[in-house]
């Protein structure tokens, strides 16, 4: 075991979202909400949550590796009041995944 073998990162994250990402996400439409019974509400951009991740990586050798992470974020803001995440949702999202990568250089691509 080498002592490069292991990254882990762990830290602090803030998310924004402009108009378009809010409409799709947060907003409620008035087609939408007559079709759902949820209040009309157009969400303006900005700030949508805050939180913390933390991950993992281990090489398992020269090039193949590992990596998992976990996060929880807060909503705030018009997608915390959004009648979509009051209704149907939380505030509180969690999140976690791991996966297999292969790294290289362009050099090894090239023989070099």
């Not at 759902?36 to 991740?53: E, I, K, N, R």
Request: aromatic share 16%; proline share 4%; no cysteine.
């Amino acid at each position: 075991m080498r002592d490069d073998d292991y990254v882990f990162s762990i830290g602090p994250r803030a998310r924004w979202g402009d108009d378009n990402y809010h409409d799709a996400y947060f907003s409620v439409t008035p087609a939408v909400a007559a079709a759902a019974g949820l209040p009309v509400f157009d969400a303006d951009s900005g700030l949508h949550s805050v939180g913390a991740a933390a991950g993992l990586t281990y090489m398992l050798s020269r090039s193949w590796g590992v990596y998992g992470f976990a996060g929880y974020d807060r909503l705030v803001g018009d997608a915390a009041d959004s009648p979509i995440v009051r209704t149907f949702g939380s505030r509180d999202q969690f999140s976690g995944g791991i996966g297999l990568f292969y790294s290289f250089s362009v050099g090894d691509l090239f023989g070099g």
